[in-house]
């Protein structure tokens, strides 16, 4: 009987969450705390002490999401989709599903950023019930992946 290698599976989109996510998760975490630090810097040390502070602060939050940013994925290979979600520093959540496992897919843009900065989210239900299906938010240019999706599905 003739045997044939298994098929390796091959990168064919890579993406992390849209950038504008990260800067804004960043800004969200920063802006109260870096203002409210920053003045009590000022009457404690004047306004380098001020500024210096709200530099490092500011600095070390984006290191922080930057990281997590960076660290979690969506991939889309031609025999299944990877999510990898760094959701702690030592915490990471791994989830795949092959294409012939996927009952349905969509995509949705829910408000004015999705269209502006062109990302989205992507839904993708599995024959296995509510324990295989997958939402992967934030995906930038998300009609794109939709197609490549769709089209690796018929085949």
Known sequence: MLTFPPMEAHILYKSHQHSIVAISKTLKMF????????????FLGGILASLVTFVVFG?????????????????ITNEYLLMDV?????????????????????YSKNHLFHYVFHYGMLF????AGSDGNFIVPDIPNIEQVYKIINYLYTI
């Open 124 to 127: 993708v239900r599995s024959s």
């Open 31 to 42: 802006l109260l705390p870096g203002i409210i630090l920053s003045g009590i810097m000022y």
């Open 86 to 106: 760094r959701n702690g520093l030592f915490s990471r959540f791994t989830m795949n599903i092959y294409f012939n496992q996927i009952k349905d897919f969509a």
């Open 59 to 75: 600095g070390l939050l984006f290191g922080y999401t930057f990281f997590f940013w960076k660290s979690s994925y969506f991939v």
